[in-house]
Nanobody, 126 residues
Framework: QLQLVESGGGLVQSGGSLTLACKLS????????IAWFRQAPGQEREGVAS????????EYADSVKGRFTISRSNPENTAWLQMNSLKPEDTAVYYC???????????????????WGQGTKVTVSS
């Protein structure tokens, strides 16, 4: 069973930066698309960013374009979400998710992801 563990959340001031990590085990990361989602209190979950198995295809929500960067290292079985210029509206629980893909090129925030982490909380103070 694939397991995902997020880390790196915390409290940061507006304009600050955080980097979230998502570690997969025990199956190698190389065949999985990875996505980050977030859910703020009282709001629906929204897709933030996704990356294909070969890091070829990246997708970002409009609300984070130019501020967030998704990346991965298949040998390290880890994906990251670098978040810069954080705003109070970025406050949420952030989840990473994985989806098996047969190609290196495919990833989309619109896809259904079968595996999810437990989430890590990000709070941005104004």
């Amino acid at each position: 069973q694939l397991q995902l563990v997020e880390s790196g959340g915390g409290l940061v001031q507006s304009g600050g930066s955080l980097t979230l990590a998502c570690k997969l085990s025990p199956i190698p990361l190389g065949n999985y698309a990875i996505a980050w989602f977030r859910q703020a209190p009282g709001q629906e979950r929204e897709g933030v960013a996704s990356i294909s198995p070969g890091s070829v295809t990246l997708e970002y929500a409009d609300s984070v374009k130019g501020r967030f960067t998704i990346s991965r290292s298949n040998p390290e079985n880890t994906a990251w979400l670098q978040m810069n210029s954080l705003k109070p509206e970025d406050t949420a629980v952030y989840y990473c998710a994985a989806r098996f893909e047969e190609t290196l090129f495919r990833a989309s925030l619109s896809d259904a992801y079968a595996y999810w982490g437990q989430g890590t909380k990000v709070t941005v103070s104004s």
